[in-house]
């Protein structure tokens, strides 16, 4: 075997994300690549195969035993019989398919199955927290302990919750600090491209932000590794700090963060 061949090989192999044995991807799964101009449902792909990233507990034989105290119990979307109510509480409007299934907002994503609490939309509530003034500007972002990037300290909602109260109590929770007695602007309501998300759940999140006159005290908890204050002039400046720090952006947040920048920016 020549060189070139052996290294090819090689990269193939490492490029292979392994099935487990029941034929399960794990969570971190890419999916099939979905090209642009089929991303969107209404465009007919027969051939279309996403890469389903249930995780075990959340698999129907599972499910049938112990129901995660985090979960759903449907083991498909037609369980599910209340689409009516969920789609017209939703903060991003979704359709059904021909088989009653929600469907992504976005189109297709490349991934089937379920790594959320629910099919459908699952709603997550993103406070954040800027101190300082347009001389210097601080963020405050946390240390996610399941995936290990710098985000927003943000949650989910829980059942019978308001965005605004889950807003305040995920912060406190994270890192100790209480702006209850804050006003808050709502920046926007909108999917998130969590790296859980399939063709049937995802993630939408109210983002708020919260300005302080100068940084407060803010110490790690719950699903926090860490909380730290990083500099917030501008989104490059936000990333140079975080990965000087040996640290990385947690990127499907970078949206939110940028709308936050430009309400701050604004004159
Ligand atoms: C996080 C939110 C985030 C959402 C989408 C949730 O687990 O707590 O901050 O916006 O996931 O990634």
Redesign the pocket.
């Known amino acids: 075997m020549s060189e070139t061949e052996t290294s090819e090989t090689t990269s193939n192999t490492a490029n292979l994300v392994a099935l487990d044995p029941d034929g399960y991807a794990p969570v971190n799964h890419p999916g099939v690549t979905v090209p642009e101009d089929r991303r969107c449902w209404s465009v007919s792909w027969p051939e279309y195969t996403p890469t389903d990233i249930t995780p075990p507990e959340l698999r129907p034989s599972a499910l049938a035993a112990h129901v995660p105290a985090w979960a759903e119990a449907a083991p498909t979307p037609a369980e599910v019989h209340d689409w009516r109510r969920r789609r017209a509480a939703a903060l991003v409007p979704f359709k059904l398919d021909e088989r009653g299934w929600p469907l992504h907002p976005h189109g297709r994503t490349g991934r089937t199955g379920r790594n959320l609490g629910k099919w459908g939309e699952n709603q997550?509530a993103?406070p954040i927290v800027a101190a300082g003034n347009s001389e210097q500007r601080w963020v405050l972002l946390i240390t996610r302990d399941d995936i290990g990037t710098e985000?927003?300290p943000?949650?989910?909602v829980d059942p019978g919750e308001t965005a605004p109260a889950a807003l305040v109590r995920e912060l406190r929770e994270e890192t100790g600090v209480d702006l209850a007695d804050h006003r808050p602007t709502i920046l926007g309501r909108d999917v998130?491209a969590?790296w859980r998300q399939t063709d049937h759940a995802w993630?939408t999140?109210t983002s708020a932000l919260y300005q302080l006159p100068a940084r407060v005290t803010a110490i790690a908890a719950d699903?926090a590794l860490d909380a730290t204050w990083w500099p917030f002039d501008s989104l490059d400046q936000l990333d140079t700090a975080v990965t000087a720090a040996g640290r990385t952006l947690y990127a499907?947040?970078r949206p939110l963060l940028q709308r936050a920048l430009d309400h701050l920016n604004q004159p």
């Open positions: 997550a993103d985000a927003i943000g949650g989910m998130v969590d993630i999140s699903d499907a947040h």
